[in-house]
């Protein structure tokens, strides 16, 4: 292969554009050849030339860069990862129902918010509910440009390259289509084809996944286009994620999508009611092993987009849709033997070991036991025939033996009273449920567990650093605390030199390790794996104190109980006294803080910015009154509105009220409000305000 290192001048933007694209796509074969399968298909001096053009290129024209971009893409190597993608709309998730009567509290909670009377009507959309991936995907002028996986909901990661190779997904949209929109939808693999894939996969000694969602997720998460072109994935499209591209009803929007050439999900019904939607559940349910893939549920949503605009939002998932999830599927099967894991807070937990077994077209190896509790309560005993469930997504677990079918005379298990990687004792507390090892900073199990959540996808996000290399570094003692995993370069020459790993591979993972030397405060907090502490305590922590220095010396203060340090913490929302003191614990042990200040050594934790969502509002931070009756919303969706904008909704009027919109016959509030002094608002005036 020949490139042309110098650009011909006179190169249209047009050009520039189509040039770069398949130059960012072919970059993007060579690195997933070489950085994947450590089989290179073009020389180094060929790959550099085409890199120098392309930079050069995109110098000229750098409005151009293309969504897969090479130089942008997460971590100094590219194929350290896929690059990030922020959703112009945050793809959210749904609420979940259960039962006939949680379907029916949801359309009733529709009404009462809206204030519709029982009589009117009100229009919902059913659709099954496809276990897959979500995917956006953002089309230009009918172009497909980018494709991303949902990711935290805000930003999910460029798989333009692999979503390019699946044949629902149209390449470029038919009809008359918007100028720029986002489609939404699932990547999902029939269930013939996944098992077809799974046996190819076991005669050529490769691991099977567990379920054709698995195989879907894996699949388009190959780095590798070209492997992901070879599994067969399937799309369908059900939501838009463009505020400006708007139609009616979901109806209507089912409609374009089909015209823009996307297959949709059906069979979809549009229901007038709850008896309707519960009809639609069961008729979908009983036909459900007919269909050519995994439902887990069916979704409803309220058929107007008006009415949907009213609802908003709660949290993460909309107002205006539920999915209404199947009964767990159920089988029984033999234990062959129960083990014990050792996990990062040195818990020890049973997973019963099975002989697999179908469950709702999926095959069960290994299902939880929860506790030590658990195994005696339901007279759990290894060799045992047990029934087991699968809901969903959700581990399977245990429910019970089946006495009749089960060997008698079996012996009881006995809970290990130490640890089984490490030997130390293992001891329950009072009132706890759990028994844990009390090995602490000897158990590898537990050294091991914390490295791999301090690499893990929330926390430092580090690709390439799975489950054996992380034991096989440790093991070795290269790796003992998490500031060593920056240190690793010292030791690349012999990593280079081992078995399974090579050149590349070690080089990727120190690509992978420098593209977090800088890393958000909330990230750092969770990837300390403080026990209490996730995702959301972690920003709610970050929110709080906005930057490292601050909370080490606030925490460090906090171990004292009567401190104004502790105060805070305790009165931090949603943190009180039991997570404050796992949080204050965490802070007295001195390895954990030489762990910290080790870690700021190599890496730079960024300051919290508190969020620029709400505060922006101009009612963000405000005390607000609602009094009388509103004519255009109820008074449950004022609140919700205002509450979505940062403000603070009270009932009584004080000095410290911002303001009190009123409505029809106000009452003694608004009163009460103009003597204080406080700004009132008639609902017009609340509506501008907040819609400025
Ligand atoms: S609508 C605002 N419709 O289920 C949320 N989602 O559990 C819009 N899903 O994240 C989603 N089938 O990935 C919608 N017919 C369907 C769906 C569906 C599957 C997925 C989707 C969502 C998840 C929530």
Redesign the pocket.
Known sequence: MKKKTTIPSGVTELEASAELAAMASEIAHHDAAYYQKDAPGISDAEYDSLRARYRALLEQFPHLRPADDPETRVGAAPAAGFGKVKHAVP????A?AFSDEDVTDFAARIRRFLSLPEDAPLEFMA?????????SLRYEDGALTVAAT?GDGTTGENITANVRTIADVPKTLRGAYPKVVEV???IYMNRDDFFKLNERREKEGEDVFANPRNAAAGSVRQLDPEVSAKRPLRF?A??LGSDDVRFETQDALRKALAEWGFAL?GP?RLCAGTEELLRYYREIGDGRFELPFD??G??Y?VNSTALQERLG?ISR??RW?V?HKFAAEQAETRLLRIEIQVGRTGALTPVAVLEPVTVGGVVVSHATLHNEDEIARKNIREGAIVRIQRAGDVIPQVLGIDEQKSPADLPAFVFPSHCPVCGSLAVREDGMAVRRCTGGLVCPAQAVERLRHFTSRLAFNIEGFGDERVRELYGEGIIHSPADIFRLKDHREVLAGRKGWGEKSVDKLLAAIDARRVISFERFIYALGIPQVGEATAKLLARTYLNLQDWRSAMVQAADSDSPARRELESVDQIGPLIAQDIVDFFEEPHNLEVIDALTSFVTVEPCVVSQGPSASPVSGKRVVFTGTLITMTREEAKAKAESLGAKVVETVSSKTDYVVVGDNPGSKAEKARALGVVVLDEAAWTALVQS
Do not use: H, Q, T
């Open positions: 793809m959210l998730s749904l979940n659709e099954p509910k496809i276990d897959g991936l979500s995917c949902r939404r939808g699932e369908f059900y939501a999900n979809s439902i887990d069916v979704v949503k939002f998932s909309p849709a999915a």
